[in-house]
């Protein structure tokens, strides 16, 4: 079962990637929400596009790629968690939407604010919510069900996987670990986004593709 352990480690530092660039996203954008005055159409840009990009990543990770075809061949009888987690992919694709509704919405006062930090918070909690099933009950449900030798077919595509991973690092198509922009820090001397009707089409077209 050394295999299977390997396999196991590898999928938790993966969930713990996704998990910390969560959590940084959250804060850098409730940062920037609660500083109104500051917020450009260049941060939304940013958000927009990460956001876009890691829920296309919750696609490609290893647990959706390589563990879940291996528990639908070893058992039959895992139909109801698998609907779960598919249920929890589709809370995140309904926030990543209203994400894209508040932003079209927005007209950059207090309360208009709080409803798009509200629904970076639900598409955040939904993603968390589906790594803590996995980690609760997938992972324990794979070790029961999988044999030692799909172990080492499924430890050979992690070790593939890594590698593709390295090399779009080097050609820097990088979505984890997120990491806030330096060039958008400093950005009391950027030009505060106004709250008429050009500007809110900006917002939209920065979000577009989230979904």
């Given at each position: 079962?050394?295999?299977?352990?390997?396999?196991?480690?590898?999928?938790?530092?993966?969930?713990?990637?996704?998990?910390?660039?969560?959590?940084?996203?959250?804060?850098?954008?409730?940062?920037?929400?609660?500083?109104?005055?500051?917020?450009?159409?260049?941060?939304l840009?940013?958000?927009?596009?990460?956001?876009?990009?890691?829920?296309?990543?919750?696609?490609?990770?290893?647990?959706?790629q390589?563990?879940?075809?291996a528990?639908?061949?070893?058992?039959?009888?895992?139909?109801?968690?698998?609907?779960?987690?598919?249920?929890?992919?589709?809370?995140a694709?309904?926030?990543?939407?209203?994400?894209?509704?508040r932003?079209?919405a927005?007209?950059?006062?207090?309360?208009?604010?709080?409803?798009?930090?509200?629904?970076?918070?639900?598409?955040?909690?939904?993603?968390?919510?589906?790594?803590?099933?996995?980690?609760?009950?997938?992972?324990?449900?794979?070790?029961?069900?999988?044999?030692?030798?799909?172990?080492?077919a499924?430890?050979?595509?992690?070790?593939?996987?890594?590698?593709?991973?390295a090399?779009?690092?080097?050609?820097?198509?990088r979505?984890?670990?997120?990491?806030?922009?330096?060039?958008?820090?400093?950005?009391?001397h950027?030009?505060?986004?106004?709250?008429?009707?050009?500007?809110?089409?900006?917002?939209?077209?920065?979000?577009?593709?989230?979904?």
């Amino acid at each position: 079962m050394l295999t299977a352990t390997y396999a196991l480690v590898s999928l938790s530092v993966e969930q713990a990637s996704i998990r910390v660039s969560l959590l940084t996203f959250q804060q850098y954008m409730h940062a920037q929400l609660r500083q109104q005055r500051q917020l450009t159409l260049a941060h939304l840009d940013y958000a927009g596009d990460w956001l876009n990009r890691v829920y296309q990543f919750s696609y490609w990770r290893k647990v959706d790629q390589y563990l879940l075809p291996a528990i639908r061949q070893a058992t039959p009888h895992a139909d109801g968690l698998l609907a779960e987690l598919d249920r929890l992919n589709h809370a995140a694709l309904e926030s990543v939407s209203l994400v894209r509704r508040r932003a079209m919405a927005a007209g950059y006062d207090s309360e208009q604010l709080e409803q798009l930090g509200a629904a970076i918070d639900s598409f955040c909690a939904a993603l968390m919510a589906r790594l803590e099933m996995d980690e609760r009950v997938l992972f324990a449900l794979a070790r029961r069900v999988i044999a030692g030798e799909a172990w080492f077919a499924i430890a050979h595509q992690f070790l593939a996987h890594d590698a593709r991973l390295a090399e779009n690092r080097r050609s820097k198509a990088r979505v984890l670990p997120f990491v806030p922009p330096a060039a958008l820090a400093p950005a009391a001397h950027a030009p505060a986004v106004a709250a008429n009707s050009s500007m809110q089409e900006g917002a939209v077209l920065a979000l577009h593709h989230v979904a």
